[in-house]
């Protein structure tokens, strides 16, 4: 079992940076995929990155590629995600999730409870 919490959301300007946390509880965490998704209203929830146990491979979505960054430190149970040069468009609720699997992008199987992200033009 694995629980998350999101921190870290809040009201930017176009251009800005953000950083989201995630803590997770648990003496596992670093067996887990840790992924962020978003999801912006009216629309489904979408991958944005995902990270491996070990930290080592990292992999995001092609909208927020070169301008996200995902890391995690399994000495705190956390996993990160620097957002720079943000966009109207990146506006949503960021989800923490967590997955045993490795490489996964859908179908993950813990979840936090959101932190929303809303960026002003």
């Known amino acids: 079992q694995v629980q998350l919490v999101e921190s870290g959301g809040g009201l930017v300007q176009a251009g800005d940076s953000l950083r989201l946390s995630c803590a997770a509880s648990?003496?596992?965490?670093?067996?887990?995929?840790m992924g962020w998704f978003r999801q912006a209203p009216g629309k489904e929830r979408e991958f944005v990155a995902a990270?491996?146990?070990?930290?080592?491979?990292?992999y995001y979505s092609d909208s927020v590629k070169g301008r996200f960054t995902i890391s995690r430190d399994n000495a705190k149970n956390t996993v990160d995600l620097q957002m720079n040069s943000l966009r109207p468009e990146d506006t949503a609720v960021y989800y923490c999730a967590a997955d045993q699997r490795a490489y996964a992008k859908i179908g993950y199987e813990y979840w936090g409870q959101g932190t929303r992200v809303t960026v002003s033009s």
């Open positions: 648990g003496r596992t965490f670093s067996t887990y995929t």
């Open positions: 990270i491996s146990w070990s930290g080592g491979i990292a």
